[in-house]
């Protein structure tokens, strides 16, 4: 299975994978998907917000024990966010199947759909809309940088934009959700390949422009300039130094310039701020003291501000009997796995809302995530496999 999907979306430049939303990569993972639900003589569906289903069992019983992922990836991502999770669900219930394991509740592995939120700027779109944490009216208003509406994305793509909406039966459906993602950073120690989560730092993602007035780079006074440009850059620099100073994280990785010549100053700057930390109400005080910070340098350069809150998912505390449970029953002596933080927003984190969910994470030796550097030891990954496998087992054989 692995090996079906290395290639799918994997850009001969960089070697990183651009599998985003409703696009033609998209459009393959989500075949490999249905293919190996129907070889496997799983019930396959598709939801109404475009996530995929496979079935072990009535999809309308009781209960429901579900794992799985996500399909897509950030631009120029590693191979094991999201995949990993969706190949060790189908490894795992090949491994129960070899036990002879006879469940007594439904099973569903899923692939939810636009989980990174790389073409339209929100993540987790799929499960946010099965969630209703997203709605319909919002979705309907994404625009991806080429002015392409979500709803125009996936009717171009085949599936029906007006069915998009909140889940809650299914939901309602579902006993838990355990999601396995690879490790994003370096907790789990060489001789313990899988963890389980804790809880998800508080994140969200906002949109800084910057405007300023377009002229000429080699005839233009420095004092006569307006140029948004400086104003960004020391934005930049001031929310390294503020999130430094409170143990949080602030990141700009994406920015789009007008008219982006080079000789010419820009008129409009836009950057977008990643920003987490382990509470909100220090989250809350850093994107407020960064929003100042580009203000008060917007004034001395002429440059107007203006800021845009585009999501924003708040901590999640980890269904706490569900996740001890999953961390002693993959102990060994008597000691539970560990339980690990993450500043990374996933799936599982959108639907703890709704329904009991836990994550595991398998160890990543360089530490590296969203980039083609991103790894995890095979080794490393057929120990995840054969721990959900145990956990899917308890859960779903009781």
């Known amino acids: 299975m692995w090996a079906e999907l290395l290639p799918v979306g994997r850009s001969a430049s960089s070697g990183g994978y651009r599998r985003f939303a409703w696009n033609s990569a998209d459009a393959e993972c989500r075949a490999w998907f249905e293919e190996q639900a129907v070889g496997r003589g799983l019930s396959y569906?598709?939801?109404?917000?475009?996530?995929?289903?496979?079935?072990?069992?009535?999809?309308a019983g009781e209960g429901a024990i579900v794992t799985g992922s996500h399909l897509d990836s950030v631009p120029d991502g590693g191979a094991f966010d999201g995949p990993l999770g969706v190949v060790s669900s189908f490894a795992a219930l090949d491994e129960l199947r070899g036990r002879g394991t006879e469940f007594t509740r439904p099973l569903a592995i899923v692939n939810f759909g636009d989980e990174e939120g790389a073409r339209f700027g929100v993540a987790c779109i799929g499960s946010r809309l099965s969630a209703g944490v997203l709605g319909r009216d919002q979705a309907y208003e994404l625009r991806d940088a080429?002015?392409?509406?979500?709803?125009?994305?996936?009717?171009?793509?085949?599936?029906?934009?007006?069915?998009?909406?909140?889940?809650?039966?299914?939901?309602?459906?579902?006993?838990?959700?355990?999601?396995?993602?690879v490790e994003q950073g370096r907790y789990l120690a060489e001789d313990q390949p899988?963890?389980?989560?804790?809880?998800?730092?508080?994140?969200?993602?906002?949109?800084?422009?910057?405007?300023?007035?377009?002229?000429?780079?080699?005839?233009?006074?420095?004092?006569d300039r307006r140029d948004p440009m400086l104003t960004y850059a020391n934005t930049v620099l001031a929310a390294r130094k503020k999130a430094r100073t409170a143990g949080a994280l602030a990141t700009f990785g994406k920015v789009a310039v007008e008219p982006n010549g080079t000789n010419a100053i820009a008129s409009l700057v836009r950057g977008w701020l990643d920003s987490?930390?382990?509470?909100?109400?220090?989250?809350?005080a850093l994107v407020e003291e960064i929003e100042r910070a580009a203000y008060e340098r917007g004034d001395r350069d002429g440059v107007r501000v203006e800021l845009t809150r585009e999501s924003y998912?708040?901590?999640?505390?980890?269904?706490?009997?569900?996740?001890?449970?999953?961390?002693?029953?993959?102990?060994?002596?008597?000691?539970?796995?560990?339980?690990?933080?993450?500043?990374?927003?996933?799936?599982?984190?959108?639907?703890a809302s709704a329904i009991p969910t836990a994550m595991l994470f398998v160890r990543n030796p360089s530490g590296v995530s969203?980039?083609?550097a991103e790894h995890a030891?095979?080794?490393?990954?057929?120990?995840?496999?054969?721990?959900?496998?145990?956990?899917?087992?308890?859960?779903?054989?009781?």
Not at 327 to 343: M, N
Request: with cysteine.
């Open 313 to 351: 998912t708040p901590v999640v505390e980890f269904d706490a009997p569900l996740r001890d449970r999953l961390a002693r029953r993959l102990g060994r002596d008597g000691a539970p796995v560990p339980i690990l933080p993450t500043g990374a927003g996933h799936d599982a984190g959108i639907l």
């Open 276 to 284: 987490r930390a382990a509470d909100e109400a220090t989250l809350t």
């Open 377 to 398: 030891e095979t080794a490393d990954c057929l120990a995840g496999v054969a721990a959900l496998a145990d956990v899917l087992e308890d859960l779903a054989c009781q």
């Open 45 to 59: 569906e598709l939801d109404r917000n475009g996530n995929q289903w496979a079935w072990l069992g009535d999809p």
């Open 146 to 181: 080429a002015g392409v509406r979500l709803p125009d994305a996936m009717e171009k793509a085949g599936y029906d934009p007006a069915a998009i909406g909140a889940d809650g039966d299914r939901l309602a459906r579902i006993g838990a959700f355990v999601e396995l993602h």
């Open 194 to 223: 899988v963890g389980v989560a804790g809880a998800i730092w508080p994140h969200g993602r906002w949109r800084f422009d910057f405007h300023g007035e377009a002229n000429h780079a080699g005839t233009t006074r420095i004092e």
């Open 370 to 372: 969203h980039s083609p």
